[in-house]
C-alpha cells in the first residue's frame, strides 16, 4: 500500500529546479532530492537547502509544517500531494531542453581547429588503436596479482585530448549521478546526450580501468564524435529523439560492459571479451569519499562514545569522512550507548558523559548538513534506525534514577 507524500519544489534565481523536499505520511522526517540533470551551481545550492530543511526540522515542525513553512521562500512552490515517493523520485530524473543547452553552451564553437583535431583524432583511429591490449594481471612471486590495466595507445590518447578541448567532457555534467547515454538502434546520439557520453567515459577511465575501451568496442565513442561533428557543421540539424537516443537505466549503469548497448556505427570493429575484473563504481572525486560505504558528498567527522564503570571508565571513538546516512547511523549508535552506560561512575556523571553527549551533538550537525549521498562504493550502507529519542535503551539510566529519586521521596515523606 503507498503512503502518500507532499513535497515542494525548489528552484534557482533563473527558475532553473534545483530539487525536492518531500515528506511521506506516517513518517517524521523532510527528505530531500536534488534533481539529477541539474547545473553544477544548483547541485552546490541544493546543500544550503538541505541544511534549511534540517533547521526547519530542528524547531520541533511536523515535517509537513516544515514544507509549509519553506513553501513561503523565494524560489519555492506550493505544497504539492503526491502519489508515494517513486513520483517525486521520477520528477528528479527529468532532463530539460534547458539541460541540453546547458551542456552544449560548453562546447567551443569558435576554435575551428580544435574540431578539425577531433575529426582528424578520429579519422585516424586504426584497428590497433581499437584493440587495447591490457597489462598486469600476472602473479608475483609473494602471490599478489597485479591489477589488469589498459595500455591506449597515442591514437586513443590523442582522441580523448580533442574531446577535452573542444568542451566535451565538462563538470557540468554530473555523470555519476546519470545514466550512460545509449545511441539509438541506428548507432546515433544527440548532441547533448554525446557530451553527457563523452564526459562519462573520459572521467570513468579515471575510476574504472577499461571505460574507454568498452566504449570504443560497443561503438558508443563513435557516435559521440559522429555526433559531435554534425553539430558543429549544422547545429539545427535534426537530431534523434530523447525517447530512442536514451534506454531507460539504473544511474551510473555505465560501470558494466552492457551499460554501453549494443548498437554500433560502422566504423566498429566486432566486439571482444574484456578480461574478467570488477570495476568499482566510484564517487566524484571532487567530493570527499564515505568511509563506511564509499558514497558521496561526505563530511570529516568524529563520534564518541562513554562507559563508566564506578572506578573504571571506557571511552570510544569513530572518526573520518561519513555520509549523512552512515554519519547518522554512527552518531545514533554511540550516543544511544553513552546515554545508557555512560553515568555509572562519579566522574561520568558530572563531566565525560554529558561532554561526549555535547561533542556528538555539535558533529551530527555538520553531518545532517549534507544533501544525500550518491551510490556507495565499498559496501553496504549502514542503516541508522530510529531516532535516539526512541531507543529504549536510551532511557536505562532512568531506571536507578527514578529508583534514587523514589528513596528520597518515600524517605522526605517517612520522616514528616
Not at 54 to 67: C, F, I, K, M, S
Not at 133 to 159: L, N, T
Not at 171 to 199: C, F, I, Q, Y
Amino acid at each position: 500500500m503507498n503512503n502518500t507524500v507532499h513535497y515542494i519544489a525548489v528552484t534557482a534565481p533563473d527558475g532553473e529546479v534545483i530539487g525536492y523536499a518531500w515528506a511521506e505520511a506516517g513518517t517524521d522526517d523532510v527528505e530531500w532530492i536534488d534533481r539529477r540533470a541539474s547545473s553544477l551551481s544548483a547541485y552546490k545550492a541544493s546543500t544550503e537547502w538541505y541544511t534549511r530543511i534540517r533547521e526547519a526540522r530542528d524547531r520541533g515542525l511536523t515535517p509537513l509544517g516544515a514544507l509549509h513553512l519553506l513553501s513561503h521562500e523565494p524560489g519555492v512552490g506550493p505544497v504539492t500531494e503526491a502519489v508515494d515517493a517513486d513520483a517525486v523520485e521520477e520528477l528528479a530524473r527529468v532532463v530539460t531542453p534547458a539541460d541540453d543547452q546547458r551542456l552544449l553552451d560548453q562546447l567551443d564553437r569558435h576554435d575551428a581547429e580544435r574540431w578539425r583535431e577531433l575529426a582528424d583524432a578520429f579519422d585516424a583511429l586504426t584497428d590497433e588503436d581499437r584493440d587495447v591490449q591490457w597489462g598486469g594481471g600476472q602473479k608475483s612471486p609473494s602471490g599478489a596479482i597485479h591489477v589488469p590495466f589498459p595500455m591506449y595507445s597515442e591514437g586513443v590518447d590523442r582522441v580523448v585530448h580533442a574531446l577535452h578541448r573542444v568542451g566535451a567532457v565538462t563538470p557540468e555534467h554530473r555523470w555519476m549521478d546519470n545514466p550512460m547515454p545509449v545511441p539509438s538502434p541506428e548507432g546515433k546520439l544527440r548532441p547533448a546526450d554525446a557530451v553527457r557520453a563523452a564526459t562519462a567515459v573520459v572521467r570513468g577511465e579515471k575510476f574504472s580501468d577499461g571505460t574507454i575501451d568498452r566504449a570504443l568496442q560497443s561503438g558508443l565513442l563513435d557516435a559521440v564524435a559522429e555526433s559531435l561533428r554534425a553539430w558543429y557543421s549544422d547545429p539545427s540539424a535534426e537530431q534523434p529523439s530523447r525517447a530512442s537516443a536514451i534506454r531507460p537505466e539504473s544511474p551510473r549503469s555505465h560501470g558494466s560492459p552492457e551499460g554501453h548497448g549494443s548498437s554500433r556505427s560502422t566504423h566498429s570493429p566486432e566486439p571482444r571479451r574484456l578480461p574478467d575484473q570488477d570495476l568499482p563504481e566510484l564517487p566524484d572525486p571532487s567530493l570527499p569519499m564515505c568511509r563506511f560505504c564509499g558514497g558521496s558528498p561526505a563530511a570529516d567527522v568524529a563520534f564518541r562514545a562513554h562507559r563508566g564503570l564506578v572506578v573504571l571508565m571506557g571511552f570510544r571513538k569513530t572518526d573520518g569522512p561519513m555520509c549523512m546516512t552512515c554519519g547518522l547511523a554512527v552518531y545514533r549508535a554511540l550516543t544511544t550507548h553513552t546515554l545508557a552506560w555512560g553515568w555509572w561512575s562519579p566522574l561520568s556523571l558530572f563531566l565525560f558523559a554529558p561532554l561526549t553527549l555535547v561533542r556528538n551533538a555539535l558533529a551530527v550537525r555538520k553531518v545532517k548538513r549534507l544533501p544525500a549521498p550518491g551510490p556507495g562504493t565499498l559496501g553496504p550502507r549502514y542503516d541508522p534506525g530510529v531516532p535516539v529519542r526512541r531507543r529504549p535503551r536510551a532511557y536505562i539510566a532512568l531506571i536507578p534514577a527514578l529508583w534514587v529519586l523514589f528513596m528520597i521521596v518515600t524517605g522526605l515523606s517517612g520522616g514528616m
